[in-house]
């Protein structure tokens, strides 16, 4: 089997820095609100270039407790991606706020900056661009949208640690950056996690009390919050793979390369664009291509991990539909149908690649 992502093996890999880190956490009784967590956070900010970095129990909680903070809600709209996993919509939904869906870019697959403009109304509050599979989305068009028309910029940061564009570090580029440490991702943890990044101090503050009850100090609640803390344990790990983040990194943007080199004269698909502006991640690594379905069944049959990220257009989730009902955006609609994600980690072996790409070869010069 070719995993899509082979956990196993990083984490055996940091197997002792990891246990020792854990055992300490275990032996000092402080879980929450420790030591490890305020190391980790002062060193994702350090290595974001972020003035604050705020951590809170997923990625999704980043989303909705930055649209919190900025006072987003009921009557107010959000400009955002319907291409995406759902937890960028819901975060907007559970703050009462309006998701309004606009039609992605054919290639780089983010938020299409021409559409954004077009959408802004009366009642748009924010923009809230996501960083997909790890390609930046085009910051300097969007950041320029924002201050033209006062709106705030959410940056869902979930599958874009460690990406760059001539803007900047992404998570650093709008008013919060919000980040997942599900499992996968390129910086992930044992479990969940998340991050909040702003140059903000007020904002910070706010974040803070959001994250813990909206309390500043003990029995005192200012707000209504929520219960997202990210525990000890989990920064153990993250501090651990923060460390090598950008071995990582490269590893992906390596083997991204290969594939699209090794594809190249493959006519019946398109390989995924890195934009000249951006230093891509890829968090995944997403091809278009016909008969995406029977590709799909294919490479399954041979144990080649492989994902659809994502077959559904957010406003055609069953959650959303009816709010939606007339609503059709033709890349999304196009891209949706096409799209298909191929293995890619850091732990990715030259046999393993060769494998992935012979069996795409076979299964697509069988379909003629």
């Excluded at 780089?108 to 790890?134: C, D, R, W, Y």
């Excluded at 009816?322 to 191929?342: G, I, K, W, Y």
Aim: hydrophobic share 40%; with cysteine.
């Amino acid at each position: 089997m070719i995993a899509m992502v082979d956990l196993k093996t990083q984490n055996a890999a940091l197997d002792k820095e990891i246990t020792s880190g854990i055992h300490s956490v275990l032996a000092s009784g402080q879980f929450l609100f420790g030591p490890q967590v305020a190391a980790f956070e002062e060193e994702a900010a350090d290595y974001l270039g972020s003035r604050h970095a705020i951590s809170c129990a997923s990625g999704t909680d980043a989303l909705m407790l930055s649209l919190r903070a900025l006072d987003i809600g009921p009557g107010d709209e959000v400009i955002t991606t319907p291409f995406s996993f759902f937890a960028t919509v819901e975060a907007i939904l559970l703050t009462g706020a309006t998701p309004v869906f606009v039609d992605i870019h054919p290639r780089s697959f983010n938020l299409n900056p021409a559409l954004v403009e077009q959408a802004i109304t009366e009642a748009t509050k924010a923009i809230l661009p996501v960083h997909l599979f790890g390609q930046p989305a085009d910051m300097e068009l969007l950041r320029s949208i924002a201050i033209h028309h006062e709106l705030y910029l959410v940056e869902d940061c979930a599958q874009s640690f460690g990406a760059s564009c001539t803007a900047g570090v992404t998570g650093t580029l709008g008013n919060t950056g919000c980040f997942s440490f599900f499992p996968s991702k390129n910086l992930g943890a044992c479990g969940d996690g998340g991050l909040i990044t702003t140059q903000d101090d007020q904002l910070a503050a706010r974040l803070r009390s959001l994250c813990n009850h909206g309390s500043h100090k003990r029995h005192c609640h200012e707000m209504t919050g929520y219960n997202s803390r990210l525990d000890e344990f989990q920064a153990v790990v993250l501090r651990a793979k923060l460390r090598r983040i950008d071995r990582y990194n490269e590893a992906r943007r390596h083997w991204a390369r290969y594939y699209t080199q090794s594809l190249a004269d493959m006519s019946s698909l398109i390989t995924p664009r890195q934009d000249q502006y951006s230093c891509h991640v890829f968090n995944q690594y997403t091809l278009l291509l016909s008969q995406r379905d029977y590709v799909y069944e294919a490479l399954q049959e041979q144990q080649i991990g492989c994902a659809i990220h994502y077959p559904i257009p957010l406003y055609r989730q069953p959650a959303l539909e009816p709010l939606f009902p007339d609503l059709c955006l033709p890349v999304v609609e196009e891209v949706s149908a096409h799209c298909l994600s191929l293995p890619m980690h850091p732990e990715l072996t030259q046999q393993q690649a060769d494998e992935v790409i012979l069996t795409l070869r076979q299964t697509l010069a069988q379909i003629g």
